[in-house]
């Protein structure tokens, strides 16, 4: 694992929390997809990590098909009710590690909303 492949992402997680910034946010979501896996474990953790402010990009990069299943895992994770379609839609994708973590994203979704409810 290249030091400096680490040291960009926290740079590009921290451009995006503090500013806002699109297409930082967009490279942190693109470090799903990194060949190293710590790239990919700490993306998706700076990602859940953001909770709801992290929705709106994993939302553009679902309608992309970009880093499935990771994504879809991560809005089980962050997303609200307004993603249910869009997650029950991929538990028929033909690719079956994205339709088992369209599941198990849904059953995340289902466990959020019973906690908040009790």
Known sequence: MPITDVLGLLAQHAAWRTTGLLMAGRAVVRALGSADPTVRTMAGTLLARSGARAEPLLREALAARENLPMVVTLLGDVGDETCRPQLTAL????????????????????????????
């Open 91 to 118: 538990t028929g994708d033909p690719d079956a590690t994205v339709a088992g973590a369209a599941r198990q994203a849904l059953r995340v979704l289902d466990a959020r909303h019973r906690t908040r409810d009790s």
